[in-house]
């Protein structure tokens, strides 16, 4: 399969925006990714990325709650999700091409202007602390967790 060609495009914001078209597709993956990550977060702020992620899909202005994101993409037949790296943290949403314009409007509205609820704070807390129990009982997931503590040491990737 041959390289495809992209386009790098300098937005007013400064963000840069990379396209890839692929003619043979009919479908569109949007991916937003944000230079923030534990790499960069202070002791005290440690998992805040991680939070932040989870906090965006909890509802903003046109999509007020989760119910809602998932129905628009849902609904169009898309499918949406997000990660956090230790240098990014990437939302995404994958959906046919003549959809588009809801990819666009759901992740704008989820970045730009969520809500951050004081219930869905507490609430997705609680999320996040099970997560971090079912990573401390896969033994695979302890073993990278005490690899990046050893190589690392005190600091953030090693907290």
């Known amino acids: 399969m041959g390289r495809f060609q992209h386009v790098l495009t300098r937005m007013p914001s400064g963000a840069r ?18 230079r923030v990550g ?18 965006f899909f909890k509802g903003a202005e046109r999509y007020p709650d989760t119910m809602a994101v998932a129905g628009a993409i849902d609904g169009a037949g898309g499918s949406f999700n997000a990660f956090t790296s230790e240098e990014v943290v990437g939302y995404f949403v994958k959906i046919t091409s ?32 099970e997560e971090i129990r079912m990573h401390h009982d896969d033994p695979m997931s302890q073993v990278s967790t005490d690899f990046h503590r050893l190589f690392f040491g005190d600091q953030p990737l090693g907290w």
């Open 17 to 34: 925006c990379i396209t890839v078209p692929i003619p043979a597709v009919r479908s569109l993956t949007l991916l937003i990714l944000v």
């Open 38 to 55: 534990s790499r960069f977060e202070s002791r005290q702020h440690n998992g805040i990325s991680h939070f932040m992620e989870h906090m």
């Open 98 to 129: 003549h959809r588009k314009e809801i990819a666009y409007d759901v992740l704008s509205d989820m970045l730009l202007r969520a809500k951050f609820a004081p219930e869905e704070i507490t609430r997705e807390r609680d999320v996040i602390i």
